[in-house]
């Protein structure tokens, strides 16, 4: 499978964004997709995941702010973001699991798509 992220772009402080993420095959029966992002010069970090039934597992950083979906019918992850933070600046990818479960372990991703920037300024 390959993942191929758009959405990112500038937007001011507090200001909203969806990112997607077009998966190649279907994603219905995908092990847990989740969303990632990674700061200049900062270490890469999980925000949110989902697998196939729906379960969720989100980033305290996040949570209350960022929203996970997928829609299975047109194989698109997507992650809402609202009320958007300077600090939340960094390129923001998405992954396939090699779990079944959600959680937001990197070691756990084997897929990567290449990323889209998101600057909040």
């Known amino acids: 499978v390959q993942l191929v992220e758009s959405g990112g772009g500038l937007v001011p402080p507090g200001g909203s964004l969806r990112l997607s993420c077009a998966a190649s095959?279907?994603?219905?029966?995908?092990?847990?997709m989740g969303w990632f992002r990674q700061g200049q010069g900062k270490e890469r970090e999980g925000l949110a995941a989902?697998?196939?039934?729906?379960?969720?597992t989100y980033a305290a950083s996040v949570k209350g702010r960022f929203t996970i979906s997928k829609d299975n019918a047109n194989n698109t992850l997507y992650l809402q973001m609202n009320s958007l933070k300077p600090e939340d600046t960094a390129m923001y990818y998405c992954?396939?699991?090699?779990?079944?479960?959600?959680?937001?372990?990197?070691?756990?991703?084997?897929?990567w798509g290449q990323g889209t920037q998101v600057t909040i300024s």
């Open positions: 095959t279907s994603t219905t029966n995908t092990n847990c």
């Open positions: 992954a396939v699991s090699i779990w079944r479960a959600p959680d937001i372990e990197e070691r756990h991703y084997n897929i």
């Open positions: 989902i697998d196939r039934g729906g379960r969720i």
